[in-house]
């Protein structure tokens, strides 16, 4: 294994490099002799976003990897078919601008993404919880799951499940996982906790 950043970081003593996510030939060189990718980028800056799904696409094929594993966020999954979260009108319109630049890159992997075999996966749309992983998750398929209110099930912001939130160790395994055991293949899956400590799965 391999971290890829472009500033000194600490990956508990795995191997880091220096790379920048949006240069597709720093992505091929970084690449090159590993057997998938899992990519976790952020920045605010408008085109961040665009500029790593066309390198990732670039590059990756270039470098002989096939497996791609984006982490990106809950906001882009739907609610319903053609609706995604970050579409309700009770989502904030300022939050709304981030939430489009991931869905783009959503949307540029499933049209331009034949030469990988990649997945998104999201954890729900609301804060996640440090802490060492439970060791349990689930993940639904393409949709976020609803939560339960006093009126009935619900997907409206804020999104507010009684469930303990998913925590950020929990959302990195199940990227792990899908990066060493493809499960899922083109397609965006929702991360979300299980009450059931242990397990994994759909």
Do not use: K
């Not at 970050?86 to 331009?112: I, N, V």
């Not at 009126?151 to 409206?156: F, L, M, W």
């Amino acid at each position: 294994m391999t971290g890829v950043a472009r500033g000194p970081v600490d990956l508990g003593g795995a191997a880091v490099v220096a790379g920048d996510a949006t240069d597709a030939d720093s992505v091929a060189t970084a690449a090159a002799g590993h057997d998938a990718a899992i990519v976790s980028v952020y920045a605010p800056e408008p085109g961040l976003y665009d500029a790593a799904a066309s390198a990732l696409l670039e590059a990756l094929p270039r470098a002989g990897v096939r497996r791609l594993v984006v982490i990106t966020t809950g906001t882009v999954l739907e609610v319903a078919p053609g609706v995604r979260f970050h579409d309700q009108p009770s989502f904030p319109a300022e939050y709304r601008p981030f939430s489009e630049t991931r869905a783009r890159e959503l949307d540029r992997l499933r049209a331009d993404g034949a030469d990988l075999d990649w997945v998104a996966v999201a954890g729900p749309p609301t804060l996640l919880a440090d802490g060492p992983g439970t060791g349990a998750y689930r993940v639904a398929v393409e949709r976020l799951p609803s939560y339960n209110t006093p009126d009935g099930p619900s997907t409206a912001f804020p999104y507010a499940p009684s469930s303990p939130p998913l925590r950020y160790a929990d959302l990195a395994r199940a990227a792990v996982d899908e990066a060493t055991e493809p499960r899922h293949h083109c397609l965006a899956l929702a991360v979300h906790p299980d009450p059931q400590p242990g397990t994994t799965g759909g």
